[in-house]
């Protein structure tokens, strides 16, 4: 009895053994003819593409990539595109000085020449007073910058703005180098503006400056990412030459270049952005008024690798 227990056991043994080697064979099997793409080779493969596109539409399905000169965005880079060449603005409208303020939002205001009244106030006749509601200050500054800003129109007193030639040509004040606001009056909200009447000055040669370029623009949702690439410039003045150092970074201590031109040949030398591959990355941020369905300025910030 016990010898015919222990063939039943050796029996047992025996198929299990041979069920396992079976097992193995044929997933060898499969294994060979998949990796010579024998079989499953396109549908296998087609599940896997698909796969793969899925996650990546799903990763990136509020990203769309936009024209660089999108009008979504386009004019208000314009309009700050001094502002945010140098400094961080990772703050948005907060990061910027009252005097900047005063400069961007006149300058890039609606203001027509209706909208100055001249007062007499025995200032020296080269300097001519002005008067203007200082809303027109305050809808400029909430178009660039949202409606949820504030502005404390006091602060803009002291500051100095200039504004677009149109206008000053409108109101007879072709030669003036701008305006500042003297006064503010709480009670009908108006600035009192001089403006000197008379201006002068010239800039020495240069060569033609390119030194930024829109790279990429992509709108997701309620927000536009704008990034380009820019370089740095000194210029020194040697006897008759003009020497520029070329930087990287926005605190010149990356040296990527050094330039010399004569004064008498520079107007026909161009310095490009393009010709280096080492350069500061800005990026931009826009957000969707919801409620007049445009864009304005949220933050910027330089970043150098």
Do not use: W
Not at 112 to 131: E, L, Q
Not at 241 to 249: E, H, L, M, Q, T
């Amino acid at each position: 009895m016990m010898e015919k227990n222990e063939i039943n056991k050796s029996n047992k043994i025996l198929i299990v053994l041979v069920v396992v080697l079976f097992i193995i064979i044929i997933g060898m099997g499969v294994y060979i003819a998949y990796d010579k793409k024998i079989i499953f080779s396109s549908s296998m493969n087609e599940v896997l593409d698909k796969n793969t596109t899925k996650r990546k539409n799903s990763d990136n399905e509020d990203f769309k990539d936009i024209d660089l000169n999108s009008n979504d965005f386009i004019n208000l880079y314009n309009k700050l595109e001094d502002y945010t060449y140098m400094n961080n603005r990772t703050n948005g409208y907060y990061d910027f000085l009252d005097s900047e303020k005063t400069t961007i939002g006149f300058y890039n205001s609606d203001i027509k020449s209706s909208d100055f009244t001249r007062v007499d106030n025995g200032a020296p006749t080269n300097v001519i007073t002005y008067n203007v509601k200082a809303d027109v200050l305050s809808k400029s500054l909430k178009n660039i910058f949202g409606d949820d800003i504030n502005f404390n129109y006091e602060l803009a007193i002291g500051n100095f703005f200039n504004l677009k030639k149109e206008v000053y040509e409108a109101i007879g004040m072709v030669n003036t180098c701008g305006g500042e606001i003297s006064s503010y009056d709480l009670n009908s909200n108006t600035y009192y503006i001089n403006m000197n009447n008379g201006c002068g000055g010239s800039t020495g040669p240069s060569a033609k400056l390119i030194t930024r370029r829109i790279i990429s623009a992509q709108k997701s949702n309620d927000t536009i990412t704008v990034k380009e690439k820019a370089i740095y410039l000194e210029a020194d003045f040697n006897d008759n030459n003009i020497i520029y150092k070329v930087y990287s970074d926005k605190d010149h201590k990356n040296l990527i270049d050094t330039l010399s031109y004569s004064e008498d040949t520079v107007y026909n030398e161009t310095i490009n952005v393009d010709n280096y591959s080492e350069t500061s990355t800005i990026t931009h941020t826009y957000k969707l008024n919801k409620t007049t369905n445009q864009y304005y300025f949220a933050s910027s910030e330089i970043n150098f690798p």
